[in-house]
């Protein structure tokens, strides 16, 4: 059961200009037929993933199918330094029927697929995180066997939870993604590489922990995850990029301090800030390697005066610009 809903142009709006100085003037709203491959100029596809399906069966604070919607909104008002070259193009939503979330994930598998054969490139947003089993599907799907991909996920949680095998209809959840990735892989005989950024212990139990070494699994605690420590980090992270042909970027609001993110399925104050984040993210873009990358964990019935929908956005644009 496949759900689709086209790009909603009433999102996009904000400070008009005779320039095109703000996103809102030059996103265009497209459907996925309609986007066409562009060899002299670079697109960036928006496509969300409203579904909470996943954070619901993990217990957790639903309200991230709304979360899309959201980062659009904020998006839209934040100042266009894009060059004439580049073409920002909205695909609208995944969605998620009947509480189908295994086929919502296989449809956005598929969209990846599709956005990437179009010279494209994906940034999703979500949604819970289980749109990272989807995505990467989608990723794995269309490179093939012969080149290798890295996770790095910017998170207090491994998200290896082991999914539950009692029920063979729905298995999966927003906390079993990166396990269910790893089995993948496990099948198709290619090495699981996922470095994790952020990770906390009173986030993860030790079980958790466990699995993560027996599955080779790289992190980073909250505690060493910080500006203080950014030349180690930045040598871990290249460390992991000279691994892998390319990489898939996800990055989990929960991560962050809720004094930056109130508005996630699982907030915690122990979080990590936005600077970090950004100094990561312009060294992995560096690299040249990223092929995919997407924001999970939006929740706009907890956010405050929508500063975690902005703090997505900002991150948002600064992948925009740094592409």
Known sequence: MKSYDPADSELWTGRKSDQKQYLHEMVECSALEELTR?????TIALLG??????VRRNQ???GAEYGPAQIRRQLAKLPNHLDDNIHLVDLGNVNCLGGN???AQAYLAELVVQVLRKNAFPLLLGGGHDMAYGHFTGIKKYLGGDKSVGIINF???FDLRVPNMEDSEKTGNSGTPFYQIARDCEISGIPFEYLCLGIRKDA??????KTAKTLGVSWLEQPSFTLHHLEAIKTKIRGFMEKVDYLY????LDGFSSAFAPGASAASPMGFDPQIVLECLEEIIRSKKLISLDIAEMNPDYDLDHQTAKLAASLVHF???QL
Not at 249 to 252: G, K, R, S
Request: with cysteine; aromatic share 6%.
């Open 38 to 42: 562009k060899a002299d100029s670079k």
């Open 49 to 54: 993933y409203a579904c909470d399906e996943g």
């Open 60 to 62: 957790g604070r639903i």
């Open 101 to 103: 979330m295994e086929s």
């Open 155 to 157: 998170d207090a949680h």
């Open 204 to 209: 993860n139990t030790k079980q958790l922990f």
């Open 249 to 252: 970027v996800t990055v989990d």
């Open 319 to 321: 992948v925009l610009h």
